[in-house]
């Protein structure tokens, strides 16, 4: 047995409280070990801890478990009667087995031997404070990105100088076209007859750029995009239609243009804004990037220094731009910007009081990597699953890779966290920061929505950005920020893909097992490059089908099934048929 590959603690995403009766064991073996079992129960079943009495436990077979590339990722839930566990596992491989404590791996002999004080896994105490908590309303959410300045241009009267004539092609990276929160407030129409339920806007707070990322005033709308008033409207007439909003808060650095900063810039050291940002060079000095460190920015951008979000008066300042953006907007999530900078003390300072102005408050953090740091129940709600995004995409580029390689990629998505992280991770194909989901589907229609199937069937809650529902192509930034083809939606030309995306949304939002936590692979198709997985809900199943081979594979299917969403899929008979070369087919059972 491969003792070097198992793993477990009694910590982060390996022991947790799923709520506060429910108990979540996670443990990681290599592929050699064929079965698990636990023994679990309340630390003084036999007494006081130290006494003499032995405690035993209840023995259990763990049953569930996911498939890792190099791991097998085995988990069973358990409800302790008195909010307290005391475990360790009994581990086989064939013939041999051993038994796994929190000091090491121990055979039985060893286990027994007089004397011999064990130091079991221990889960002290269930405390309903210590549960992590996220908004069951984001799980039934459908979201839709728009980057203000290109999505709509409703009040020309508020365009930049400079505004370009509004065209659907190629985008510079100084461009303006106009887009603003009137546009906006003028598709809410089009977006409830989408099917979204949330919004989430890029920032709309006074800046000197098109992205509005180097912000100048965080409590003014920017005036090219409208007015504190418009902003107002726009949530609550979104609110009146069923969808959410959540701003993108940009907390890691500011605009070079912002009062704090020119202060520094006019008066150093004496500033009173001095130990706001991170000035490692006295007098600052402007004009090139900050590779030389003189003063720490956002990505070596001089136009962007970094705030130091560890200083109380800076979290104080921040908090209250929250509290007045709650108050004032009453918006129902917060992303935040370069979230892996921003010190832990104010996020923990910012989940404090945002869940007591909100309890449902939406915390989502700009995170690309593992982010099992942030997702403790203490700071972030979620983060964007950039790594699901990256597991989804691969398997389209490496076209010699088998369906075993998805499963590995997804699954590692779904173990990094709890589950109930898991149920509101932002899920997304693309952003304002990459290349559009079409040019990554290598401009081909049907491997596009492929790539949608499954992230509308993942666990989670999906995003589409602006453009998405009528195949809008786009290269990296700033091409992936292309003005909305207005006139052709208007027109009708789109009409066949506001289908699709419209029967994708429905399916998402009217069937549980899209939503489900609940997944695994059968992998019942022949052909390697045919994916198949099953998600499992309360009250229906669904089986989804991606044919990524190079020619047709045949599907048999049981009885009592639905076909809710298919592309080049030919039924032959009632429980089989043919699925076609990049074609889709999702059963409801």
């Known amino acids: 047995m491969n003792l070097g590959a198992i793993y477990h603690r009694m910590s982060e995403q390996y022991c947790y409280s799923l709520d506060e009766n429910q108990l979540i064991i996670n443990i990681k073996t290599g592929y050699d070990v064929d079965k698990i079992f636990i023994y679990h129960g309340d630390p003084y079943d036999a007494g006081i801890m130290g006494g003499k009495e032995r405690w035993n436990g209840k023995k259990e077979e763990i049953f569930f478990k996911k498939r890792l590339k190099d791991h097998i990722w085995w988990t069973t839930t358990l ?34 031997q007089e004397g011999k004080i064990l130091s079991y896994f221990i889960m002290p105490w269930m405390n309903p404070a210590d549960v992590c908590k996220t908004p069951a309303w984001v799980n039934d959410t459908v979201w839709y990105q728009i980057f203000p300045e290109r999505f709509c241009n409703g009040d020309k009267s508020i365009d930049p100088e400079n505004v370009m004539e509004w065209q659907t092609g190629e985008v510079g990276m100084h461009d303006y076209y106009g887009g603003d929160i009137r546009g906006i407030r003028d598709k809410i129409p089009y977006l409830k007859d989408l099917g979204i339920t949330g919004l989430y806007l890029n920032p709309i707070f006074e800046a000197h750029s098109n992205h509005k990322y180097n912000t100048r005033d965080y409590k003014k709308v920017d005036p090219h995009f409208g007015t504190n008033e ?59 990037d900050t590779r030389d460190g003189r003063y720490f920015s956002f990505a070596f951008a001089e136009y962007m220094p970094k705030l130091n979000t560890n200083n109380p008066e ?13 108050d004032e907007f009453d918006i129902d999530g917060l992303r935040f910007d370069v979230g892996n900078e921003i010190s832990h003390s104010f996020l923990k300072a ?65 173990t990094m966290y709890y589950s109930q992280v898991n149920d509101v991770l932002f899920n997304l194909l693309d952003s304002h920061d990459t290349n559009r989901l079409f040019e990554k589907a290598e401009k081909n229609v049907d491997i596009f929505y492929q790539q949608l199937a499954v992230l ?8 589409i950005y602006y453009g998405t529902e009528v195949i809008m192509d786009g290269s ?49 198709v022949a052909d390697e490059r045919v994916i198949s997985y099953l998600k499992i809900g309360d009250n229906e199943s669904l089986q989804v089908y991606l044919n990524c081979g190079e020619s047709d594979a045949v599907i048999n299917f049981g009885d009592n099934t639905e076909v809710v969403y298919s592309r080049k899929w030919n039924n032959t008979d009632e429980c089989s048929g043919i699925l076609g070369e990049k074609g889709i087919l999702i059963l409801k059972s």
Request: with cysteine.
């Open 79 to 112: 409800c302790p009667e008195h909010k307290r566990c005391k475990y360790y596992f009994e581990l086989h491989s064939g013939d041999e087995y051993v038994y796994f404590f929190e000091d090491g791996f121990y055979s039985e002999e060893e286990m027994n």
């Open 230 to 288: 418009d902003l107002k409207n726009l949530v609550k007439e979104a609110h009146d239609a069923g969808i959410r909003v959540m701003l993108d808060a940009v907390f890691n650095h500011t605009g070079s243009d912002h009062p704090m900063w020119l202060d520094v810039l006019e008066n150093g050291q004496q500033s009173k804004y001095a130990d706001w940002y991170m000035v490692n060079k006295w007098p600052v000095e402007q004009g090139r």
């Open 314 to 326: 800076v979290q104080d300042y921040l908090l209250d731009i929250i509290r007045f953006w709650i």
């Open 350 to 414: 910012v989940r404090y009081m945002t869940k007591r102005m909100k309890d449902d408050f939406y915390l989502l953090g700009e995170i690309w990597h593992d982010s099992m740091s942030w997702l403790q129940g203490d700071e972030y709600d979620s983060v964007m699953n950039y790594p699901l995004s990256t597991a989804i995409a691969d398997f389209w580029v490496y076209k010699n890779r088998g369906r075993e390689t998805f499963e590995y990629d997804i699954n590692r998505c779904f």
């Open 456 to 463: 509308f069937t993942m666990p989670g809650s999906p995003c």
């Open 476 to 524: 990296y930034d700033p091409d992936c920020r292309r003005c909305m083809p207005w006139d052709e939606i208007d027109s009708g030309k789109k009409d066949a893909e506001l289908s699709e995306m419209k029967t994708l949304i429905n399916m998402r939002k009217s069937l549980q097992s899209c939503k489900s936590r609940n997944f695994h692979f059968p992998n019942d």
